[in-house]
C-alpha cells in the first residue's frame, strides 16, 4: 500500500471550502461536513474509552477491546460514506454484532426501573459522553440523509444501535467497577439544605 497522506498541510482550504471523497468541493459548514465531523468526534470518544478500559481493573478487557475496535472501524467505515457520496461501507453484520452484543451485555443487568445519570467511573461516564455524542451524530446524519436521500439504511442504524449500545456498556461497566448506577432522584430539591 502506498502513503495515503503524503502531504498534510495543502493549503486547498484556506477558502472555506474542502474536498469530497469524489472530488467535489464543498464548504467547511456544509451538512456533509459537520456529520463527518460528528462522526469523526465519536470516534475519537470511543478510543478514549478503549483507553480507560485498558488502563482499569475492569475485567474481560479483551472483549471490550474487541467490540470498541470493531466499532471504531465500522465507524471509520461511516466516515468514508458521508466523504464518499452514494458510497455504501457499512454491513448489516455490525448491526447484529451490536444487537447480539447489547443481549450479551444485558444478561448480567438487573431490570432498569429508574432513569440513570451519566455518571459514576470513568469508564461508564466516558460510555455516556460517547453515547451523547453518537445520538448528535446520528441527527447530523439523518439531516444529510433528508437533503440528499443517499445515506444507506445500515448506516443510519449503525449510530442508533451504538447509541443503545453505549448505554447498555455504561451500566454494565458501572457495574464492573463499582456497583450500581448513580439514579435520578425526583424530588432532588427537597433535600437540599439537609
Same mark, same amino acid.
Given at each position: 500500500?502506498?502513503?495515503?497522506?503524503?502531504?498534510?498541510y495543502?493549503?486547498?482550504?484556506?477558502?472555506?471550502?474542502?474536498?469530497?471523497?469524489?472530488?467535489?468541493?464543498?464548504?467547511?459548514?456544509?451538512?456533509?461536513?459537520?456529520?463527518?465531523?460528528?462522526?469523526?468526534?465519536?470516534?475519537? @470518544?470511543?478510543?478514549?474509552? *478503549? #483507553?480507560?478500559? +485498558?488502563?482499569? &481493573?475492569?475485567?474481560?478487557?479483551?472483549?471490550?477491546?474487541?467490540?470498541?475496535?470493531?466499532?471504531?472501524?465500522?465507524?471509520?467505515?461511516?466516515?468514508?460514506?458521508?466523504?464518499?457520496?452514494?458510497?455504501?461501507?457499512?454491513?448489516?453484520?455490525?448491526?447484529?454484532?451490536?444487537?447480539?452484543?447489547?443481549?450479551?451485555?444485558?444478561?448480567?443487568?438487573?431490570?432498569l426501573?429508574?432513569?440513570i445519570?451519566?455518571?459514576?467511573?470513568?469508564?461508564?461516564?466516558?460510555?455516556h459522553?460517547?453515547?451523547?455524542? @453518537?445520538?448528535?451524530?446520528? *441527527? #447530523?446524519?439523518? +439531516?444529510?440523509? &433528508?437533503?440528499?436521500?443517499?445515506?444507506?439504511?445500515?448506516?443510519?442504524?449503525?449510530?442508533?444501535?451504538?447509541?443503545?449500545?453505549?448505554?447498555?456498556?455504561?451500566?454494565?461497566?458501572?457495574?464492573?467497577?463499582?456497583?450500581?448506577?448513580?439514579?435520578?432522584?425526583?424530588?432532588?430539591?427537597?433535600?437540599?439544605?439537609?
Open positions: 500500500m502506498g502513503h495515503r497522506l503524503s502531504k498534510i495543502t493549503r486547498t482550504g484556506d477558502s472555506g471550502t474542502t474536498g469530497l471523497g469524489d472530488g467535489s468541493r464543498v464548504a467547511k459548514d456544509d451538512l456533509r461536513i459537520h456529520a463527518l465531523g460528528d462522526v469523526d468526534e465519536l470516534n475519537a @470518544c470511543i478510543g478514549v474509552l *478503549r #483507553s480507560q478500559i +485498558t488502563h482499569s &481493573n475492569i475485567q474481560d478487557k479483551n472483549t471490550w477491546d474487541k467490540s470498541l475496535s470493531l466499532i471504531q472501524h465500522w465507524l471509520f467505515d461511516l466516515g468514508g460514506e458521508v466523504c464518499i457520496p452514494n458510497y455504501h461501507l457499512v454491513q448489516p453484520l455490525a448491526i447484529e454484532y451490536l444487537e447480539q452484543d447489547i443481549d450479551r451485555m444485558n444478561e448480567s443487568l438487573p431490570m426501573k429508574e432513569f445519570l451519566p455518571a459514576g467511573t470513568l469508564a461508564c461516564s466516558y460510555a459522553q460517547a453515547r451523547a455524542v @453518537c445520538r448528535r451524530a446520528e *441527527r #447530523s446524519l439523518m +439531516t444529510v440523509h &433528508n437533503r440528499d436521500q443517499n445515506i444507506q439504511a445500515p448506516s443510519l442504524q449503525l449510530l442508533n444501535r451504538l447509541s443503545d449500545w453505549l448505554f447498555v456498556a455504561s451500566r454494565s461497566l458501572q457495574r464492573a467497577e463499582r456497583g450500581s448506577e448513580v439514579l435520578w432522584q425526583k424530588n432532588i430539591n427537597d433535600s437540599i439544605g439537609n
